[in-house]
């Protein structure tokens, strides 16, 4: 089974819990385990908030879902038009955070990498974030996902 579907929506706190509810909701053909499901929703919950907080300072602005099945994979995209990130390697690390004074605990990326089985970065300065991640779901072989 193929599908997929795009969404926008606004850069606000209230839409994080919107936007994990959404995937987990299009992800259900697959039949994932509730372990699965709270992987997915968690690393969903941090890409938004990260897009929220960081790209866009908590001033709004808008976040473009995209996901997609194909076989038993789910791929998501999470897309801003913020900031972008100056260093996505430094970025990536555990801990990292450029908002120390606000105690993040700079895990968000780490978070989304543990919790899916492929997690990519790309980001240009000034023109915004683009996070793919992409989950094995059920007996997918997962050490060749």
């Known amino acids: 089974m193929n599908n997929h579907m795009r969404l926008e929506f606004d850069a606000i706190s209230q839409n994080e819990l919107f936007a994990r509810n959404v995937v987990a909701l299009?992800?259900?053909?697959?039949?994932?385990?509730?372990s699965e499901l709270s992987d997915i929703k968690?690393?969903?919950?941090?890409?938004?908030?990260?897009?929220i907080v960081h790209a866009y300072g908590g001033r709004g602005g808008v976040i473009e879902l995209k996901?997609?099945?194909?076989?038993?994979?789910?791929?998501i995209k999470i897309l801003d038009r913020g900031k972008g990130i100056a260093d996505v390697?430094?970025?990536?690390?555990?801990?990292?955070?450029t908002l120390a004074d606000e105690e993040r605990s700079g895990m968000g990326f780490t978070i989304?990498?543990?919790f899916m089985s492929d997690f990519k970065v790309e980001s240009a300065l000034g023109r915004g974030t683009c996070i793919s991640m992409r989950k094995a779901?059920?007996?997918?072989?997962?050490?060749n996902a």
């Open 26 to 34: 299009f992800a259900l053909p697959l039949e994932p385990s509730l």
């Open 42 to 51: 968690t690393a969903v919950s941090e890409a938004v908030t990260n897009c």
């Open 67 to 75: 996901c997609s099945i194909e076989d038993k994979f789910l791929h």
């Open 89 to 97: 390697e430094e970025a990536v690390k555990p801990f990292y955070t």
């Open 112 to 114: 989304m990498q543990t």
């Open 137 to 143: 779901i059920g007996s997918v072989d997962k050490e």
